[in-house]
């Protein structure tokens, strides 16, 4: 069965910082894997899919790597801002499909003023 | 306008009550989805849909049906409700030819069964 993990749980930077969020999982034979960023009482907004042929895909001040053989994705935020403060969601396809997302439990990023 | 529409978002309930959550979505999808989302436990998938007539259960279906009433909406119900069904409830959409079939949520309905 496939197991997502986040860490750290919780991180909190001064605004301007660089940080770097991972997630790792447990199943290799992925197809893809798909960084969420979830805001209070909103819901999951898609930020980058990574496909397991790709070891990178960038979208402005973000950045996701992926290395399947070792079971980790890394998502790298440059110069953070204060609205970047979410909790940010990996989640990647189990069972040997490319639509049943298994979740991990998330890191919540503060960044203060 | 938003892509995935749930309704409603936010209800209060008592247990045995039926209870319907409704999603719609204008992004042209084949596929639909549901989860849920509990503290600790991050989100998992209650049940899925491919098209009206494909409909799958997920890891977590146990007190849960749906209806795929037409391509761009899909229920999910609560025969009789109990409290630890209380959860927040995630629709999302995806189609197996656009970006390796990338999941759109919406914005969720936050259900307290008391």
């Known amino acids: 069965k496939q197991e997502v993990t986040q860490i750290p749980a919780a991180l909190s930077v001064p605004e301007g910082e660089n940080l770097v969020l991972n997630c790792s999982f447990t199943d290799s034979a992925i197809y893809n894997l798909q960084w969420f960023r979830q805001d209070p009482g909103k819901g999951l907004t898609s930020l980058l899919l990574?496909?397991?042929?790709?070891r990178e895909q960038t979208s402005g001040r973000l950045n996701a790597s992926l290395d399947k053989s070792s079971g980790r994705s890394t998502l790298y935020i440059a110069a953070s801002q204060p609205g970047d403060s979410a909790t940010y969601l990996c989640a990647v396809p189990s069972g040997g499909s490319n639509y049943k997302l298994t979740f991990g439990k998330g890191t919540l990023l503060t960044v203060n003023p | 306008d938003a892509d995935v529409t749930q309704t409603p978002r936010n209800r209060i309930t008592k247990t045995g009550k039926r209870i319907m959550l409704e999603c719609s979505q204008t992004?042209?999808?084949?596929?639909m989805y549901w989860y849920r989302q509990d503290p600790g436990l991050g989100l998992r998938l209650i049940y899925y849909s491919f098209d009206v007539k494909d409909i799958n259960k997920g890891e977590i279906s146990d007190g849960y049906s749906v209806s795929r009433q037409a391509q761009a909406k899909f229920s999910l119900s609560l025969e009789s409700a109990i409290p630890n069904q209380t959860a927040l409830y995630f629709c999302?959409?995806?189609?197996?030819?656009?970006?390796?079939?990338?999941?759109?949520f919406g914005p969720g309905t936050r259900l307290t069964v008391l």
């Open positions: 992004k042209g999808h084949d596929r």
């Open positions: 999302a959409t995806s189609s197996p030819g656009q970006r390796n079939n990338e999941q759109f």
């Open positions: 990574i496909q397991s042929s790709q």
